[in-house]
């Protein structure tokens, strides 16, 4: 086997099962623009006027355009996919509670952290939530199958 191909592999991986503990966390940010919404509209298929339509949106409980909740919850995949565990990782399940709107120019903070580990299966649960300030937008946890490195 050619171990220049595994450390250049090993590079593109995340945390292992092993490297994960209870309380760890990370965490990623970006603020929401209108081509993000106009975009994830056009992707998803998700065209509610509540999104596009600011003359609709003005007329409901949020006096203006929101962005998508999953596009706000997408950001907690950026974290799982890409810092912690990362890059090897698979999502298995996520539940989300929407607690607040975001509106193009809110920063959102995904964050995420250990709450529980399952060694029989390399599940690790996570606390997933979303922020604008020091706001809870979105409230959640998922489970995450991490690669072990004696697989």
């Not at 998700?46 to 355009?65: I, K, R, S």
Request: glycine share 8%; charged share 20%; hydrophobic share 40%.
């Amino acid at each position: 086997m050619d171990t220049h191909a595994v450390t250049a592999l090993d590079k593109l991986h995340g945390y292992y099962f092993e490297d994960l503990e209870v309380g760890q966390s990370d965490e990623f940010s970006r603020t929401i623009s209108e081509s993000d919404i106009l975009i994830f509209a056009g992707v998803s298929g998700d065209t509610n006027p509540v999104h596009l339509n600011q003359e609709f949106a003005q007329e409901t409980m949020f006096e203006g355009c929101i962005a998508h909740g999953l596009l706000t919850a997408s950001y907690i995949s950026t974290v799982i996919g890409t810092k912690m565990p990362g890059p090897g990782c698979i999502y298995v399940g996520q539940n989300l509670k929407f607690k607040a709107p975001v509106k193009a120019g809110d920063t959102v903070v995904a964050r995420v952290t250990i709450m529980e580990t399952f060694p029989d299966k390399n599940f690790v649960k996570l606390q997933t939530q979303c922020l604008v300030g020091e706001k809870v937008v979105l409230d959640g946890e998922a489970t995450i199958m991490v690669p072990s490195r004696k697989s």
